[in-house]
């Protein structure tokens, strides 16, 4: 994707709550019912980067969250086409959904290996900017490792993400008390943590 | 807010900033399309050959009748040759 294609979707997604982006995402949704899936391309080129970047945050890894985003999006064209999307939530909260979900199913099922290697920093152009992504993300999934992973998806979402706990509830399926609680306790975690740390 | 839970929340804050900038790699959006049409055509196979096997198998039926009916038909016409071979007279 060109950088003013990719600034332009940046935008979009720096600004979920907006009608004119939502609407747009919508209207692409159901261009992919109608069986356009041309207009799939647009949905992704349209949150890709918000997408890999909460996968990435949860995970604490940007290839594997690459890999949860694919498997999501192909998820997501399947349900889109085969009219197992109803609209009750906007679009980009459903894909949030199912990101969300399969990035706690891969910590469940983590297998270790090698985080973003070399050859995609230099990829990016911004090898410095990269490197520092990378080294917060790996101190990411040092640091949370204590965490159940739907308490560190609550808390990616909410105070990464800047997300409502209305809106984390209906990502993730549950109350907002749940919600609440996942944070609280997410945070009694990390502390405990840097107690331990020293 | 005592001094390790404001600690967390500074280690969040920073950490959020330092991944503030992840972007997916090159050519990803193109690489999720080209496995969505991947996918897509080979889900198409998978919905045909279901299909395609039943129409083998009653292909196969189709010409074993085709053929045992063929077979029947031509030792009918043996027979009846035969019978008119059986009575033609000869004079001498």
Same mark, same amino acid.
């Given at each position: 994707?060109?950088? +003013? ?86 679009? &980009? ?6 990101? +969300? ?14 985080? &973003? ?22 101190e990411m999934?040092d640091w949370m490792n204590a ?15 800047? &997300? ?18 996942? &944070? ?5 975690a990390l502390r405990q943590r840097i107690q331990k740390d020293g | !807010?005592?001094e390790l839970?404001?600690s967390v929340?500074?280690r ?20 999720? !399309? ?59």
């Open positions: 994707m060109d950088m +003013t294609h990719r600034l332009v979707a940046d935008q979009v997604c720096t600004s979920p709550g907006s009608f004119e982006s939502l609407a747009t995402l919508e209207n692409a949704a159901l261009r992919v019912q109608q069986g356009d899936i041309q207009a799939f391309g647009d949905i992704v080129r349209q949150t890709s980067a918000q997408l890999v970047r909460v996968a990435a945050r949860v995970i604490g890894d940007l290839a594997e969250a690459e890999d949860v985003v694919q498997e999501s999006y192909i998820n997501a064209y399947q349900a889109l086409t085969q009219g197992q999307f109803d609209a009750r939530a906007h679009l &980009l909260t459903w894909l949030r959904r199912i990101v +969300t979900n399969r990035a706690i199913d891969a910590i469940r099922s983590r297998r270790r290996r090698p985080s &973003l290697d070399d050859s995609k920093i230099e990829a990016g152009g911004e090898g410095a900017v990269y490197a520092e992504s990378r080294m917060a993300l790996i999934q965490l159940v992973p739907e308490q560190r998806a609550a808390l990616v979402l909410s105070v990464l993400e800047g &997300l409502s706990n209305a809106e984390i509830a209906q990502i993730m399926g549950s109350s907002e008390g749940a919600v609440e609680q996942r &944070l609280v306790r997410a945070r009694v | !807010m005592d839970l404001k929340e500074e969040l804050d920073r950490l959020k900033a330092a991944t503030d900038t992840i972007q997916p790699s090159a050519g990803f959006d193109d690489r999720v !399309m080209a496995a969505i049409i991947q996918r897509t055509f080979v889900d198409w196979r998978l919905r045909l050959w279901p299909v395609g096997r039943y129409a083998l198998v009653a292909s196969v039926i189709l010409v074993a009748i085709t053929t045992l009916f063929a077979v029947d038909r031509a030792s009918r016409a043996d027979e009846l040759a035969a019978v008119t071979y059986g009575t033609v007279e000869q004079e001498w």
